[in-house]
């Protein structure tokens, strides 16, 4: 399967950023009355049997360390064609400069979704979730004024076993929107 | 005159009466050597609190010819070996029968040794003296021997060697790293560092951070272990050369050599997040290389030379598990996980994947594994000064590196 994937490869772009953060593009998210805006980091668009986008955007200084990593995988660069059992991750870290402020979300599916990682922790305690419910949408893309758009909403209920109460969710994110800007 | 003999009494009376008190006291040593050609080694020493420890370092004579790796260092009863195979690969029969002639070292040493290998070696055996546990600082009494090349008569096997030996006291401070400059003038641009520490447990606990993935596949593994009695000793060496580059040294190719001997061994880990403790049924090793991080993009390494937060920032750490599985003849079969970060940035962002694999370790000639290149990336500031990153372009493309993991029987 990994020697399809690569022998198919047809087109790689890595845009690696200046030094100014302004024209490195920048995602957004808001879910549960948090707003995340960041500047990116880095992108790579490639092409595998989908499409695969990667972006990585990153706020990290004394006070405040904040990141965003998505990878979206698309049939054809378009809203209706995004295949999160390709490949998919939404990866959320928040934190101020207390560790009892960390807060992180981790989804990731790889290999057609038979590997990967779903996982949630709020200060010293992390869990692994043995069920979750995604819903996520790519709503637009658009391409205009040099930048290219993405734009979509997310709703994620994550449960554990590991939890006190493993019949509630332990974290949950509802109609969470998400932006990326190049 | 009689409060010298009073002295000499006091330290054959009674130093030995204090010192039977501390029996149960494990005290640990960490030996750091840094050198100017990028390598550090580092050799581990855990004991009784009165345990003397004996060791060498050596400097090969020829460096950019040797095909070993520049340091050479180890802790050995006797200090320098001078029938040692690492040292002497062609003469060891002969001069195995004059060394049985001879039992102490040093005497006839310009016959006992192959002085077109050496420069420098320095034979030390440092005895600790902890007169309290409770005491911040501990004592040693360092006798060390400085064997030194004079010269190269008339281009053939004629050497003249220099050899002084030294008797030293020290007092230094537990948990912080000292260096004696009446070691280091010996070798210049080399510094040898020394971190004492003491602890009173019978367990001895390695502390992990809040990875719980890991600890579990440690226990896992240890769990699966059918070892009983570790009749051996392990070390990690991390080298890097050039890319693309090839484990068979090269000293063109050669960047860095980061190694540590004389693992010390756990039986217990602690989750320093949760405080879980997970007893071990076997001992594991860990190797803890930190060195600093090398930017070998120049230009980039240009813009940032100034910046003042850079020394902090730019430290490496990567740590390497050893859970050891089964033993068959000479090779053991171990699980070895690796956690290698490149920056110091104090933050649980994931940049670099930990790595577990099965190897066969052979007591001969170790194992040795390449590490992937990642593609990670770091966009960050410190007091104002910011960073942008990326470790493909600006690091990984320029180097292979290597870990390779050794076994020393016993």
């Known amino acids: ?182 | 005159m009689k409060l010298f003999i009073s002295a000499i009494l006091f330290f054959l009376l009674f130093i030995p009466v204090l010192q039977a008190e501390d029996q149960s006291y494990d005290l640990h040593m960490k030996m750091i050597i840094t050198s100017p050609d990028t390598s550090i080694r580092t050799l581990n020493h855990t004991g009784k609190s009165d345990e003397i420890i004996e060791g060498y370092f050596l400097l090969p004579r020829y460096k950019d010819m040797d095909l070993e790796l520049p340091i050479r260092a180890f802790l050995q009863p006797g200090g320098f070996n001078f029938l040692d195979q690492k040292v002497f690969s062609g003469m060891g029969d002969f001069l195995g029968e004059k060394w049985a002639e001879n039992k102490f070292p040093v005497t006839d040493l310009e016959m006992m040794t192959n002085g077109m290998d050496i420069s420098k070696i320095i034979s030390f055996q440092i005895k600790p003296v902890l007169l309290n546990m409770e005491s911040d600082s501990i004592t040693l009494f360092i006798k060390y021997a400085v064997f030194n090349l004079i010269e190269q008569k008339n281009y053939d096997l004629d050497y003249e060697y220099n050899l002084k030996l030294f008797y030293k006291k020290a007092e230094i401070l537990f948990d912080e790293k000292s260096s004696f400059d009446f070691i280091n003038e010996h070798f210049a641009g080399h510094t040898i560092s020394f971190l004492f520490t003491k602890s009173s447990e019978q367990k001895r606990s390695l502390t992990v951070e809040n990875s719980r993935n890991i600890i579990e596949e440690i226990v896992k593994s240890a769990n699966e272990s059918t070892l009983q009695d570790l009749n051996f000793n392990m070390g990690a060496e991390l080298y890097r050369d050039k890319y693309p580059g090839s484990i068979a040294p090269a000293a063109n190719n050669y960047l860095a050599l980061y190694s540590e001997y004389h693992l010390p061994d756990y039986n217990v880990i602690v989750n320093t997040a949760t405080a879980e403790v997970f007893n071990l049924p076997v001992s594991i090793y860990k190797a803890e290389l930190s060195f600093p991080f090398l930017l070998y993009n120049s230009q980039k390494n240009e813009l940032y030379k100034n910046y003042l937060t850079r020394e902090d920032l730019f430290q490496s750490t990567c740590d390497v598990i050893i859970v050891p599985v089964s033993m068959n003849a000479d090779t053991l079969t171990a699980d070895i996980f690796v956690s290698y970060k490149k920056l110091n940035l104090d933050d649980d962002f994931p940049r670099w994947s930990p790595i577990k694999k099965r190897l066969s370790i052979n007591s001969l000639f170790g194992t040795t594994f390449e590490l992937p290149k990642e593609n990670w990336s770091a966009s960050f500031t410190r007091e104002g000064e910011s960073y942008d990153i990326f470790g493909y372009s600006d690091f990984e493309r320029y180097v292979s590196e290597w870990l390779i993991i050794k076994l020393f029987k016993m």
């Open chain 1, 1 to 182: 399967m990994k020697n399809n994937i690569f022998t198919s490869l047809l087109l790689s772009i890595i845009l690696l950023s200046s030094s100014y953060a302004d024209d490195k593009g920048r995602i957004s998210l808001i879910f549960n009355d948090t707003k995340i805006d960041l500047p990116v980091n880095s992108v790579v668009l490639r092409k595998e049997n989908n499409i695969v986008l990667t972006a990585r955007a990153e706020l990290n200084n004394e006070n405040i360390k904040q990141l965003i990593s998505m990878e979206i995988s698309f049939n054809s660069f378009s809203i209706d064609s995004v295949d999160i059992y390709n490949s998919f991750l939404l990866e959320v870290r928040n934190q101020s400069n207390t560790i009892s402020s960390r807060e992180a979300f981790i989804l990731r599916f790889e290999d057609n979704a038979n590997s990967g990682e779903v996982s949630y922790a709020k200060g010293n305690k992390s869990w692994n979730a043995n069920a979750i419910s995604l819903r996520f949408d790519v709503s637009k893309i658009d391409f205009s004024n040099d930048h290219l758009m993405i734009q979509g909403t997310f709703t994620v209920a994550i449960r554990s076993q590991e939890s006190d109460t493993p019949l509630e969710p332990i974290a949950e994110i509802k109609d969470g929107e998400f932006e990326i800007i190049l």
